[in-house]
Every structure is written in C-alpha cells, then in structure tokens.
T-cell receptor, first 114, second 118 residues
Framework: GEDVEQSLFLSVREGDSSVINCTYT??????LYWYKQEPGAGLQLLTY?????DMKQDQRLTVLLNKKDKHLSLRIADTQTGDSAIYFC??????????????FGTGTRLKVLA | GAGVSQSPSNKVTEKGKDVELRCDPI?????LYWYRQSLGQGLEFLIY????????KSGLPSDRFSAERTGGSVSTLTIQRTQQEDSAVYLC????????????????FGPGTRLLVL
C-alpha cells in the first residue's frame, strides 16, 4: 500500500547540519515535497523535487532522492533556532480519474539547541 | 497575491453541535483539498475538489462529514453532531490544477482551523 515514513524526532546544535530522512513505497510518485510546520501554523512549502532528479539545492536546503531505495532526504546547512519545526515529507501519486493525491509522512520534529 | 485563508482560526463547540469550516483558496487555483491533523499526528486526507466537483471523497471519516465548493472558489467543510474525536486541526490546501506530472500539483496550505469539541 501507500506509505511514507519518517523518524519522529531529531535534535541538533545550532550551526550544525540537519538531515531529515523519509522513505516511501509508491514508485509511481511524480513529485516529492518537503513542508515545514511551525507551532500553531499551517504547512509551508519548503521545496520539491521531480522524481527524475537526484538532487536539488536551494540556498541552505539540499534534497537528495534515491529512487532505487525510495529514499528522500532533506539537509539543512548551518541550522538555526528558527529552523525548529515539524518537517513533513510528501509524495504525489496517481489518484482517481487520472489525477493525483498526496501521501504525507507523520512528520519529523526538529529541535535546534542553542 | 493572497494565500489560502481559513476561518474561523479557532472553534470550540459542544458535543453534538454542527460546525462549518471555511476555506478560501488562492485565486485561480482549480483544485482544493481538506486534511485533518490530530494532535501529534501527520495529515489525514479527507476530500478534494476539482472545480466544484469532488472526484475523491474517500477520506471522509463518516457520513457526519460533508463538504461543498461553489463557484470554483470557496469551500465549506461541515461536521454534523460533532464528537470529541473530531477535535483536530483542519487544514485546507489549493493547487493550480491536478494534472499528474506537472508543477500544477504543488499544494499551498492555509493556516488551519483548530477545532475543539468539549
């Protein structure tokens, strides 16, 4: 079945790099996404990667995709206290009538220690 | 332009009452989605709209839940006879379109409505 898994917690020191991992099961996914949710807020789109790419870099964010292992990671360089949030991985897969739907992971709570 | 907005931001109700949650998508976005996020949990898909029609209602938890969208814009999610287990954050998202394999898939989220059923 469709499933996206993430570790629940990650703690890093300010200035270090953070790596948040995600595994998914559906090989037909087209786009894979990372969203950030701060306390009491909705989800903010951070970045996405098309399924035929291996890597995408956007300022402090680097997304790596291993299609063979169905593994996605988000690396945050020089992590700041403002990066403390829950990070959700999501994949878009074929839904009904030729459209698609999102499958979200349970989220990884990143805590940045000063 | 403006992002996705939702109202109310918070709602407290008594068990058994009906509630109506509203979502205003980004102007021009044809697809609209409702999700539920329970405390400490991930996102649970409820329903999505393409225009005014809802091709996929598979996520609605029970017949107490319904949603509609009018004019291809605003959507309302109605929960009848609310139960305590309905307490959650209800998130709405919109995307430009739903054609598979295009950037039209990217969803943009609203801030959510926090529902508490006493």
């Amino acid at each position: 079945g469709e499933d996206v898994e993430q570790s629940l917690f990650l703690s890093v020191r300010e200035g270090d790099s953070s790596v948040i991992n995600c595994t998914y099961t559906d090989s037909s996914s087209t786009y894979l996404y990372w969203y950030k949710q701060e306390p009491g807020a909705g989800l903010q789109l951070l970045t996405y990667i098309f399924s035929n790419m291996d890597m995408k870099q956007d300022q402090r964010l680097t997304v790596l995709l291993n299609k063979k292992d169905k593994h996605l990671s988000l690396r945050i360089a020089d992590t700041q206290t403002g990066d403390s949030a829950i990070y959700f991985c999501a994949e878009s897969i074929g839904g009904t009538s030729g459209t698609y739907k999102y499958i979200f992971g349970t989220g990884t709570r990143l805590k940045v220690l000063a | 332009g403006a992002g996705v907005s939702q109202s109310p931001s918070n709602k407290v109700t008594e068990k058994g009452k009906d509630v109506e949650l509203r979502c205003d998508p980004i102007s021009g976005h044809t697809a609209l989605y409702w999700y539920r996020q329970s405390l400490g949990q991930g996102l649970e898909f409820l329903i999505y709209f393409q225009g005014n029609s809802a091709p996929d209602k598979s996520g609605l938890p029970s017949d107490r839940f319904s949603a509609e969208r009018t004019g291809g814009s605003v959507s309302t999610l109605t929960i009848q006879r609310t139960q305590q287990e309905d307490s959650a954050v209800y998130l709405c998202a919109s995307s430009p379109g739903t054609s598979k394999g295009s950037k039209q898939e990217t969803q943009y989220f609203g801030p959510g409505t926090r529902l508490l059923v006493l």
